[in-house]
């Protein structure tokens, strides 16, 4: 397994050694958020790198957002974008150590190809664990492989082999489809994804 720790992880950022960092909200999440009608949810975005989401849903009136990330230097860049940001509502942990938390929506962008392939079930459970009853997994997955990936992420997938993770939790497939609306270079390389946990 590649020790993917939060000094590598600091390292990337601040020599902005993220490609997948597209420096704004992703238009499949933007247009996701724009459905939403209740602004109480309680929402987890872990390894949120930059958070463009979240401060996307701060500034559009949502208050419950929480942003787990390994790594400091993201949140520093999260909080210097977005003062009003609440301070405890930023995680420097690992996602896999949170505990006692619950959420109503967690959302996926990019971090699931930044984790070792290795952790991908526990990665599922993990999301089962923390979603609270009918809460909701949304966000993208890649759908397609990159070159040099065995040495650092991002880490591509393909469908079938998130099916087989999914169905060792009890989570609920209420989508898993191609995206219709990724940027452009992405299009035709991202599944959205939303699944339920049923009570």
């Given at each position: 397994?590649l020790q993917?720790?939060?000094?590598?992880?600091?390292?990337?950022y601040?020599t902005n050694?993220?490609?997948?960092?597209?420096?704004?909200?992703?238009?499949?999440?933007?247009?996701?958020?724009?459905?939403?009608t209740?602004?109480?949810?309680?929402?987890?975005?872990?390894?949120?790198?930059?958070a463009y989401e979240?401060e996307?849903?701060i500034?559009?009136?949502?208050k419950?957002?929480?942003?787990c990330?390994?790594?400091s230097?993201?949140?520093?860049n999260?909080k210097s974008?977005c003062?009003?940001f609440?301070a405890n509502?930023l995680?420097?942990?690992?996602?896999f150590?949170?505990?006692n938390?619950s959420?109503?929506?967690?959302?996926?962008?990019?971090?699931?190809?930044?984790?070792?392939r290795?952790l991908?079930?526990?990665?599922?459970?993990?999301i089962?664990?923390?979603?609270?009853?009918?809460?909701?997994?949304?966000?993208l997955?890649?759908?397609?492989?990159?070159?040099?990936?065995?040495?650092q992420p991002?880490?591509?997938?393909h469908?079938?082999?998130?099916?087989?993770?999914i169905?060792e939790?009890?989570l609920?497939?209420?989508k898993?489809?191609?995206?219709y609306?990724?940027?452009?270079?992405r299009?035709?390389?991202?599944l959205?994804?939303?699944?339920i946990k049923l009570?």
């Amino acid at each position: 397994m590649l020790q993917l720790s939060d000094q590598y992880w600091n390292n990337r950022y601040l020599t902005n050694d993220f490609g997948w960092d597209i420096g704004e909200i992703s238009t499949p999440l933007k247009t996701y958020f724009e459905s939403l009608t209740n602004k109480n949810l309680r929402i987890l975005i872990p390894g949120a790198g930059n958070a463009y989401e979240a401060e996307w849903l701060i500034k559009n009136g949502f208050k419950n957002i929480y942003v787990c990330d390994y790594a400091s230097e993201p949140l520093k860049n999260l909080k210097s974008r977005c003062c009003e940001f609440p301070a405890n509502q930023l995680l420097q942990v690992n996602f896999f150590e949170l505990m006692n938390l619950s959420f109503d929506l967690i959302v996926e962008q990019t971090f699931f190809c930044a984790i070792d392939r290795t952790l991908r079930p526990t990665y599922f459970k993990k999301i089962e664990e923390l979603l609270a009853p009918n809460g909701s997994l949304v966000g993208l997955l890649f759908n397609t492989n990159f070159a040099n990936e065995d040495a650092q992420p991002p880490f591509g997938g393909h469908k079938h082999e998130y099916l087989t993770c999914i169905q060792e939790t009890k989570l609920i497939i209420h989508k898993l489809e191609p995206c219709y609306n990724s940027i452009p270079p992405r299009s035709n390389r991202e599944l959205f994804i939303h699944l339920i946990k049923l009570v």
